[in-house]
Structures are given as structure tokens and as C-alpha cells.
């Protein structure tokens, strides 16, 4: 039986990107829309479980993305809300590819330390992205330290990182100043740059300060990067003593692993592939 992902996107437009993966990952069938809101997705959702026995229903998924990153999430769970009983079929969220994208952050940062008990700070920990890396850290066993231009913004996301993760060990730092930069790199010994393209957090001379640094992982790809002195294509590179990652560094780990998810949805028709169990597959791979 032909394999089908419907691809509910967000956006006007479906996105390019992860028609291509799609494809890649071996599906037979696209279906895209473009413009999915919670109001509109049911009629959807219904053609996707009221078409196939309840034992092929695996060979029908659902892959939920689109640039807005909380529409996404809000669509995720109403899609989950109209399915019943057996009939469902398994669907994956990766809106701006920001579970996919964490994952392999945190994934290239494992390779290098163990990250139980280790200090981690997420610059742009606000963002899908951050939010996402610190709540995988938290998850680890790390103890994380989630950094915003704005203490509020950070609290909100510790609280719900803690709701995610009962033992999590998160705390909001402010990061608007170098005073208050200085206090959240102290001792720590993995940084995770997850701010807005285009925009330095952390400069050269400040990373060069921080001997208790491990290994820093930048996602930032449009320049200036988000860590001073780390280079775009770095993987694995030992720079002063730190290993880096770049964001092109990364994203041959990210493209695997969201093209391993989309193969994984047609394994049977209950999955449901949230940012824990995307990392589960990026941990497999
Ligand atoms: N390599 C890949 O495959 C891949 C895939 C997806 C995304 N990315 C990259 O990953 C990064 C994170 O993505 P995202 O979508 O989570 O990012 P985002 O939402 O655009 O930004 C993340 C955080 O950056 C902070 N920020 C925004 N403007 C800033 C400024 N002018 N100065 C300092 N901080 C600023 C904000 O935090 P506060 O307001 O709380 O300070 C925001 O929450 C981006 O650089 C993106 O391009 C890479």
C-alpha cells in the first residue's frame, strides 16, 4: 500500500524544505496544505482516518510545520484531539524545524561530554529552538541555565520546561548586559547559541574567557554568527580548547534525523512525535 503524508503547514504556502525531506524519507504520496489553523484542520483529519482500514492506517501520517512555531504546536494538538479509539494515524510536529533542529544540537553536544550534571547555558533560550535544546539538556540531567534578553521571557520558558520535564533543574537568567552575560557564562560548560540569525551573543574575546567551557554549539548561520570565533561548518573543531559546532555543522545531524522521523511515522499509526521523541530517533540513529 502507498505510503501518504499529509504535509499541514501553517503557512500560506506549504514549505519547500520539508516537501523535499519528505520525499526523501520515502514517502509515496504528498498531500500539502497551506493555511491550517485549528478551526479549519478537522475535515482534514477526517480524510485521513476515515479512508483506510484500521490496519493500513499506518501507511497514512500527518507532518505538522509552517514558520509560526506556537501555531504549529496549537495544530498539533488539535489534530491529536480529533482522532479516537483506533482511528488515528501517526503525525510529527517540526514547525521551522525546531525539534529537529534541537535535537541535534544537543545530540552533537553529547558526543563530546556527558551532560548529566553538566552546566549548560541556552543564549536565545526563548526562541522554538532554545526552548526546545534547554528542555532536551533538562531532560539529560544537565542543569540549565536559560538566557534572555529579558528575565521574564526566561522565567516563562523555565516554567514550561519544568511542566515538560518534572526533574528538570532550570533557572532564567537576565542577559541584557555583560554584567549580567558575565554572571550567566560563569562555570559553565556547554553553551548552546540558539538567538536570531544575524545576531552575535557571545563575542570572541568573552568565549575566550571562560575556562571552564567544554564545547559551545552555534545555530546561528547568517552572519554575524551567534558565538564569537565559531565558524559556520565547524563540526567537532577544537578552538582554544573548545569544541565547535557550527549551525552547517549541525544540520547534516538535523536533516538525518528529521528525514528518519518522517520514515518512522509509517511504522504504525499511534505515533505521535513530539520534541522527546524526535530526540529518541536522533538518539537511535
Ligand atoms: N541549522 C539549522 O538547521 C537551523 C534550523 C532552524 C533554525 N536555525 C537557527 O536557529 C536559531 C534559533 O531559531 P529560532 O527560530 O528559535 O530563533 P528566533 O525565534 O528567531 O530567536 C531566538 C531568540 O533570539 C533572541 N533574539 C531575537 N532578536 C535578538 C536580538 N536582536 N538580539 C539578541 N537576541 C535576540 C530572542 O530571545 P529574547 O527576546 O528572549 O532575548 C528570541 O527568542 C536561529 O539562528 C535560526 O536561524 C537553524
Keep these: ?44 483529519v477526517h480524510g485521513a482516518i476515515f479512508t483506510r482500514g484500521v490496519p493500513d492506517l499506518k501507511n497514512t501520517a500527518i507532518f505538522i510545520g509552517g514558520s509560526n512555531v506556537a501555531a504549529g504546536e496549537l495544530l ?11 482511528m488515528r494515524v501517526s503525525v ?9 533542529t534541537a535535537a541535534a544540537a544537543v545530540l552533537a553536544a553529547r558526543k563530546q ?19 526546545r535544546a534547554a528542555q532536551i539538556l533538562a531532560a539529560e540531567g544537565a542543569e540549565i541555565r536559560v538566557a534572555s534578553r529579558t528575565r521574564d521571557k526566561a522565567e516563562q520558558t523555565c516554567f514550561a520546561i519544568a511542566e515538560a520535564v518534572s526533574a528538570a533543574r532550570v533557572t532564567p537568567f537576565a542577559t541584557g548586559t555583560p554584567a549580567e552575560l558575565d ?19 557571545i563575542s570572541t574575546e568573552r568565549r575566550l574567557n571562560l575556562p571552564s567551557l567544554k ?9 554575524p554568527l551567534g558565538i564569537g570565533g565559531v565558524e559556520v561548518m565547524d563540526k567537532a573543531k577544537d578552538r582554544n580548547g573548545v569544541i565547535c559546532y557550527g549551525a552547517i555543522g549541525v ?24 520534541t522527546a521523541a524526535i530526540y529518541a530517533i536522533g538518539q537511535s540513529l
Design 215 to 223: 564545547v559551545a554549539v552555534d545555530l546561528n548561520a547568517v552572519p
Design 251 to 274: 544540520g547534516g545531524t538535523k536533516m538525518k534525523i528529521h528525514r528518519a522521523a518522517v520514515a518512522r511515522l509509517f511504522e504504525s499509526n499511534d505515533q505521535v512525535l513530539d
Design 76 to 86: 498539533f494538538k488539535k489534530v491529536q484531539k480529533t482522532f479516537f479509539g483506533p
Design 113 to 131: 561530554m556527558p551532560l548529566a550534571g553538566a552546566t549548560a547555558l541556552v543564549l536565545g533560550g526563548t526562541g522554538p529552538v532554545g526552548h
Design 1 to 44: 500500500m502507498r505510503k501518504i503524508l499529509i504535509q499541514l503547514d501553517t503557512d500560506p504556502q506549504p514549505s519547500v524544505f520539508d516537501r523535499v525531506v519528505a520525499v526523501d524519507a520515502g514517502v509515496d504520496e504528498l498531500f500539502s496544505y497551506g493555511g491550517v489553523t485549528p478551526e479549519n484542520v478537522v475535515g482534514l
Design 183 to 201: 554572571a550567566a557564562c560563569d562555570e559553565v560548560s556547554l553553551i548552546i547559541a540558539a538567538g536570531a540569525a544575524g545576531v552575535e551573543l
Design 92 to 100: 510529527m510536529m517540526d514547525s521551522n524545524g525546531s525539534n529537529t
